[in-house]
T-cell receptor, first 111, second 115 residues
Framework: GQQLNQSPQSMFIQEGEDVSMNCTSS?????WLWYKQDPGEGPVLLIA?????ELTSNGRLTAQFGITRKDSFLNISASIPSDVGIYFC???????????FGTGTRLTIIP | DAGVIQSPRHEVTEMGQEVTLRCKPI?????LFWYRQTMMRGLELLIY????????DSGMPEDRFSAKMPNASFSTLKIQPSEPRDSAVYFC?????????????FGPGTRLTVT
């Protein structure tokens, strides 16, 4: 099935650093979502975006809906150990309940 | 609320055996989704239901896979006969109808190993 491309695939950062990751698609979406998956658990929704150009924050997390509707970005400020995990983007179109998931970005924090 | 409940959490079976995965969605949710996650293919949607009715099963790999939702609080995903390539983590997710239907809540998953 179709997948969204996320970059980078993995990140190794030090605690306190800011993190940026993105997600791109060959087709447009009307809704972009960002999920985080901890080891041994299911994905948990972090942020949802509904309009092109929209910028939404959730605590230290900020996500943007790209103007072309073919991409989205997620930033994490001042990373902490519990930010470790895999971050997935997902796209969705109106009238369609299906989500298309990205390939994931694995975040590791170096002590 | 207890969240989406899946059982078993781990399943190890031999090739050729029947496997049944179970899911209890969040009470009041109208949509139920079954996903499969592997390293090679990532998260794939297998099938989803709306009000217990299967809406899209285009992601079901082949006839060996079947899913049912006999009532609003229970769904099963069955693989018969199982094959080693079916080894994966299977997630169930549910969501409300309407504007919040995008917000899918995932269960903890069932890790299936077929030897």
């Amino acid at each position: 099935g179709q997948q969204l491309n996320q970059s980078p695939q993995s990140m190794f950062i030090q605690e306190g650093e800011d993190v940026s990751m993105n997600c791109t698609s060959s087709s447009i979406f009307n809704t972009w979502l960002w999920y985080k998956q901890d080891p041994g658990e299911g994905p948990v929704l972090l942020i949802a975006l509904y309009k092109a150009g929209e910028l939404t924050s959730n605590g230290r997390l900020t996500a943007q809906f790209g103007i072309t509707r073919k991409d989205s970005f997620l930033n994490i400020s001042a990373s902490i150990p519990s930010d470790v995990g895999i971050y997935f983007c997902a796209g969705r179109n109106f009238g369609n309940e299906k989500l298309t998931f990205g390939t994931g970005t694995r975040l590791t924090i170096i002590p | 609320d207890a969240g989406v409940i899946q059982s078993p959490r781990h399943e190890v079976t031999e090739m050729g055996q029947e496997v049944t995965l179970r899911c209890k969605p969040i009470s009041g949710h109208d949509y139920l989704f079954w996903y499969r996650q592997t390293m090679m293919r990532g998260l794939e949607l297998l099938i989803y239901f709306n009000n217990n009715v299967p809406i899209d099963d285009s992601g079901m790999p082949e006839d060996r896979f079947s899913a049912k939702m006999p009532n609003a609080s229970f769904s099963t995903l069955k693989i018969q006969p199982s094959e080693p390539r079916d080894s994966a983590v299977y997630f169930c997710a549910s969501s409300e109808a309407g504007q919040l239907s995008y917000e899918q809540y995932f269960g903890p998953g069932t890790r299936l190993t077929v030897t």
